[in-house]
């Protein structure tokens, strides 16, 4: 399973390519800056960070996109370092809708809200 690039949350991406085998969008992540603007990389990026953080929710794409455009600290610059810090904030980034919680445990069909977005999107 990849991203499907026409189902990313922003459209405005440079779509410039990059030369066959580039480590920037192929491979394992790495210590390689990353270009928050171009479409390739984020692709690759996003693809990756999924697969090792072992999503299993379509959905976690667009939460990941949404967090890496709004939330990323400009001084988290390397692909590798960009897992990292997702890894370590990721719920951080969420709340939870009142009354999904039973004696302590949490509910199937949760439902989560983007706290950065101005529009707060049910997702």
């Known amino acids: 399973m990849g991203l499907d690039i026409s189902k990313m949350a922003y459209n405005d991406y440079d779509w410039e390519p990059y030369p066959e085998g ?20 984020m692709v690759h990026l996003l ?50 809708r009142k009354g999904r919680f039973v004696n302590g445990k949490q509910q199937r069909g949760r439902v989560r809200y983007f706290i950065h977005d101005k529009r707060i999107k049910e997702i």
Request: hydrophobic letters at 35%; glycine letters at 4%.
């Open 47 to 96: 693809n990756q960070i999924y697969e090792k953080l072992g999503f299993t929710n379509p959905h976690a794409y667009w939460q990941l996109e949404k967090i890496i455009r709004l939330s990323l600290p400009s001084s988290v610059n390397t692909q590798i370092d960009v897992l990292f810090w997702i890894r370590n904030n990721w719920e951080n980034h969420f709340v939870y």
């Open 22 to 41: 580039d480590r920037r969008v192929t491979g394992p992540l790495c210590s390689v800056r990353i270009n928050r603007h171009n479409g390739y990389e």
